[in-house]
């Protein structure tokens, strides 16, 4: 009877396909409709008009085609592409994937890309509170600068904006403005660099400035 039991049990563990332990292990299907997914660089916060994002389908093949949609009226076709989103907003990414055989499938991501215009300030300047009055243009800037320490609204400045580095140049005789070269963090909330000036001895100093986006 022992040698039945033995038996039925082998008999039942060979018909489910049973490895013994509980556990199957099936390949996959030929044919599986591929799966859709991709990376995004640089990491960060971008910035609309500057930024050069690089969108990269995680694990591409050769006979699948790749179809993107940026939630702004453009497409582009292939498994690497570089976007650059132009105004401040919220952005859907659709990747579309279609293999060989026609079956497709599709992921959305979503991008936020932001601006800079607005007021930045630093309300603990070693001169007194400084602040930057920027207008962005794409990669261009123009803006004022602002002290309470002599009082007054400086004349119009210009500068551009590369990757995370801004800077300005410019002469102004209110706030002896020189030039100004500083770093966005990858949140964008906060710009930080050195502040040169010349006062009326006519030599060149400078300071530091960690200026944050004002509400």
């Not at 591409?60 to 401040?88: E, I, L, M």
């Not at 026609?102 to 300030?121: D, K, Q």
């Not at 403005?177 to 006519?202: A, P, Q, V, Y």
Request: proline share 4%; glycine share 14%; aromatic share 10%.
């Amino acid at each position: 009877m022992r040698y039945l039991y033995l038996f039925v049990a082998l008999a039942l563990s060979s018909a489910c396909g049973g490895s013994g332990d509980g556990v199957t292990n099936p390949s996959p299907a030929a044919g599986l409709t591929p799966q859709a997914a991709f990376s995004l660089s640089p990491d960060g916060r971008a910035i609309a008009g500057v930024t050069a994002l690089r969108l990269a389908v995680t694990a591409p093949a050769a006979d699948a085609r790749y179809t993107w949609d940026f939630g702004d009226g453009q497409t582009a076709t292939g498994a690497d592409v570089v976007k650059t989103f132009a105004a401040p907003g919220r952005y859907r990414v659709t990747l579309t994937v279609t293999d060989g055989k026609g079956a497709t499938s599709t992921t959305t991501r979503e991008i936020e890309a932001f601006g800079l215009t607005g007021y930045w300030a630093d309300h603990d300047a070693g001169l007194g509170p400084y602040g930057i009055d920027i207008d962005q243009q794409g990669g261009f800037l123009t803006g004022h600068i602002e002290t309470y320490r002599h009082g007054c609204r400086g004349a119009t400045i210009k500068g551009t904006v590369t990757g995370r580095a801004l800077t300005y140049v410019g002469e102004d005789e209110c706030t002896h403005f020189d030039s100004f070269e500083g770093t966005l963090d990858d949140n964008l909330t906060t710009i930080t660099g050195k502040l040169w000036f010349r006062e009326s001895d006519g030599v060149a100093r400078w300071f530091d400035l960690k200026l944050k986006r004002q509400p």
